[in-house]
């Protein structure tokens, strides 16, 4: 078909005004922890009841940031019973934390989830649980969540870390993670553990160049690893070993504990700062160490007695060269959870006290057990966190 060219062509000229030009996206509004600024200490609270109980917790203890478990950490869970937090649930969470300018919020894996075993019940259990720890994790709106990298088990080590940078990508796999990062801590090289060494972290950053990795470091760890952070040069050469191994930019939060057991012990259990081996001035070295500034400092430390995760609390504060008021009133610990066997029934008929159990919580993601002693003189609660 011929183009008929004798028809006029009408000119129209272009008006700026008339070109759609979408509004910009507005950049995303810091959290009012971030915005709040300042040095972040924090503690790991229960969240026994209510998940928001652990935001009043720790807010009551002075602390401005703050480590829960999602669900109880020492037992597997079935996903229809505790892989969803109900919607309204999670946004109260998230609001009230936003009221209270708590954060970051750092999340720690169940205990029972090894990545680094090569039995394929376990692996396949230990996928399952992490993939359901991202879940809540993003549900509750938590920044970090922070990871054992797990035992060989008797297989080869290489194998081993090959294995947990497998389960890590395939645990990811469907998830969007919106600004959560996955943190590796650091270990005390207790038994066939993975990542005592910086090495071994190093390669699995290393084999999951898509995931949003980090390091989380614990300082009881550190020692029994047999890193002496307990004086200035040790300090600064364990620093310098972090930096070239991962990067001292990856670390992001610090686990600030004192250790009962001694230098290269292996063994991994936390001690109440000033009380261990490490002690206070070597404590505040490491919070105050310029390679860590503007990192979280969150404590995990133990509650022998009543009143001792405020103690701790106001300890850390100071070491930071923080002074806080001491709150008025009765304030929680993060943690009441049942007395040592030794502490049980022994001594109650020793001493002619009945021992009666109270209502345990559910296993959704609480500490269940609490005892009381129940005599003539007014109700005694035996309060004890035993934290590795």
């Given at each position: 078909?011929a183009?008929?060219?004798?028809?006029?062509?009408?000119?129209i000229?272009?008006?700026?005004?008339?070109?759609y030009i979408?509004?910009?996206?507005?950049?995303?509004?810091?959290?009012?922890?971030?915005?709040?600024?300042?040095?972040?200490?924090?503690?790991?609270?229960?969240?026994?009841?209510?998940?928001?109980?652990?935001?009043?917790?720790?807010?009551?203890l002075?602390?401005?940031?703050?480590q829960?478990f999602?669900?109880?950490?020492?037992q597997w869970?079935?996903?229809?019973?505790?892989?969803?937090i109900?919607?309204?649930?999670a946004?109260?969470?998230?609001?009230r934390?936003?009221?209270?300018?708590?954060?970051p919020?750092?999340i720690?894996?169940?205990?029972l989830i090894?990545?680094?075993?090569?039995?394929?019940?376990?692996?396949?259990?230990?996928?399952?649980?992490?993939?359901?720890?991202?879940?809540?994790?993003?549900?509750?709106?938590?920044?970090?969540?922070?990871?054992?990298?797990?035992?060989?088990?008797?297989a080869?080590?290489?194998?081993?870390?090959?294995?947990v940078?497998?389960?890590?990508?395939?645990?990811v796999?469907?998830l969007k993670?919106?600004?959560?990062?996955i943190?590796?801590?650091n270990t005390?090289?207790?038994?066939?553990c993975?990542?005592?060494?910086f090495a071994?972290?190093?390669?699995i950053?290393?084999?999951?160049?898509?995931?949003?990795?980090?390091?989380?470091?614990?300082?009881?760890h550190?020692?029994?690893?047999?890193?002496?952070i307990?004086?200035?040069?040790?300090l600064d050469?364990?620093?310098?070993?972090?930096d070239?191994?991962?990067?001292?930019a990856?670390?992001?939060v610090?686990h600030?504990?004192?250790s009962?057991?001694p230098l290269?012990?292996?063994?991994?259990?936390?001690?109440?700062?000033?009380?261990g081996?490490?002690?206070?001035?070597?404590?505040?070295?490491?919070?105050?160490?310029?390679?860590?500034?503007?990192?979280?400092?969150?404590?995990?430390t133990?509650i022998?007695?009543?009143?001792?995760?405020?103690r701790?609390v106001?300890?850390?504060?100071?070491?930071?060269?923080?002074?806080?008021?001491?709150?008025?009133?009765?304030?929680?610990?993060?943690?009441v959870?049942?007395?040592?066997?030794d502490?049980?029934?022994?001594?109650a008929?020793?001493?002619?006290?009945?021992?009666?159990a109270?209502?345990?919580?559910?296993?959704?993601?609480?500490v269940?057990p609490?005892?009381a002693r129940?005599a003539?003189?007014?109700?005694?609660?035996?309060?004890?966190?035993?934290?590795?």
């Amino acid at each position: 078909m011929a183009l008929n060219t004798s028809l006029p062509v009408q000119l129209i000229e272009f008006d700026s005004a008339d070109e759609y030009i979408p509004e910009p996206v507005a950049p995303p509004t810091p959290a009012a922890w971030v915005a709040a600024g300042g040095p972040r200490v924090g503690i790991h609270t229960s969240i026994a009841g209510s998940a928001i109980n652990a935001l009043e917790i720790a807010h009551g203890l002075g602390a401005n940031a703050l480590q829960i478990f999602s669900a109880n950490p020492r037992q597997w869970w079935r996903e229809r019973e505790t892989a969803r937090i109900a919607a309204a649930d999670a946004e109260r969470f998230r609001a009230r934390r936003h009221e209270l300018a708590l954060g970051p919020l750092v999340i720690h894996c169940n205990y029972l989830i090894n990545m680094a075993s090569a039995e394929r019940v376990l692996r396949a259990r230990s996928m399952q649980a992490f993939h359901l720890e991202l879940i809540r994790a993003k549900a509750l709106g938590a920044d970090f969540l922070v990871l054992h990298p797990g035992a060989c088990c008797g297989a080869e080590r290489g194998a081993s870390i090959a294995l947990v940078a497998d389960g890590l990508r395939q645990a990811v796999r469907g998830l969007k993670l919106d600004g959560l990062r996955i943190l590796l801590e650091n270990t005390a090289g207790q038994g066939t553990c993975v990542g005592a060494e910086f090495a071994e972290l190093k390669r699995i950053l290393k084999l999951c160049p898509q995931l949003p990795l980090g390091i989380c470091i614990d300082t009881a760890h550190l020692l029994a690893a047999g890193h002496n952070i307990c004086t200035v040069e040790g300090l600064d050469e364990t620093l310098r070993q972090i930096d070239t191994a991962v990067g001292l930019a990856n670390v992001h939060v610090v686990h600030v504990n004192d250790s009962k057991m001694p230098l290269g012990s292996r063994v991994d259990r936390h001690d109440h700062l000033g009380k261990g081996h490490i002690g206070l001035a070597a404590l505040q070295r490491i919070v105050n160490h310029p390679a860590l500034a503007g990192r979280a400092f969150i404590l995990e430390t133990p509650i022998d007695k009543p009143g001792d995760d405020l103690r701790n609390v106001r300890a850390l504060w100071k070491l930071v060269g923080r002074a806080i008021e001491k709150p008025k009133g009765k304030v929680r610990d993060g943690f009441v959870v049942r007395p040592n066997s030794d502490e049980k029934k022994p001594a109650a008929a020793a001493s002619g006290v009945k021992v009666v159990a109270l209502k345990a919580a559910s296993a959704r993601g609480k500490v269940t057990p609490i005892r009381a002693r129940v005599a003539k003189a007014p109700e005694k609660i035996v309060t004890r966190r035993k934290f590795k």
